[in-house]
């Protein structure tokens, strides 16, 4: 089930300069300046879509995380954190040009593998899936929103 998400409205958020002859946009988890690609771009409009529509907080959130148990380097684009600071969120974003499909299932499938969390999200910008996940029986469903982080409505 394709989610109805606006992630370009988080736009007018995100920051960019031109440096060098490039076009560069700022990552606001990791505090540094990044050569502007179009899946980093999809990257930091979900980030901005999980603070201002979700609730969630950029201490709970961690980009690129080293994922345990592979043997090669591997990454996940984004992981949001619960307020007691376990997985809850996995998202894994493509650039607009690169279709959802079931490679895209089988990739964040395989990252959480160590991570066991309860919902994924996998983007390219333009189409947008969230999946809730169960363990036993092994299985997830598509869901028809990205959950709000789980202390978002402790905080008025």
Known sequence: MKLEVDLQAGMDALRFKH??????????????????????LVR?????YLIREKGYRLSHLQVERRLAGHFAEKRCDLLAFSPDMKPFLLVE?????????????????????SLKVP?????????????????????????GQIPPHPGAENRG
């Open 19 to 40: 440096q060098n002859g490039k076009r560069w946009i700022f990552d606001c988890v990791r505090k540094k300046w990044l050569v502007l690609q179009p899946e980093e």
């Open 44 to 48: 930091q409009l979900v980030i901005q």
């Open 93 to 113: 974003c493509k650039a607009p040009s690169v279709p959802i499909g079931d490679e895209g299932f089988r990739q964040i499938s395989s990252y959480n593998l």
């Open 119 to 143: 919902y994924f999200v996998l983007t390219n910008g333009v189409a947008t899936y969230c999946c809730a996940l169960a363990y036993e029986p092994a299985r997830w469903n598509f869901v």
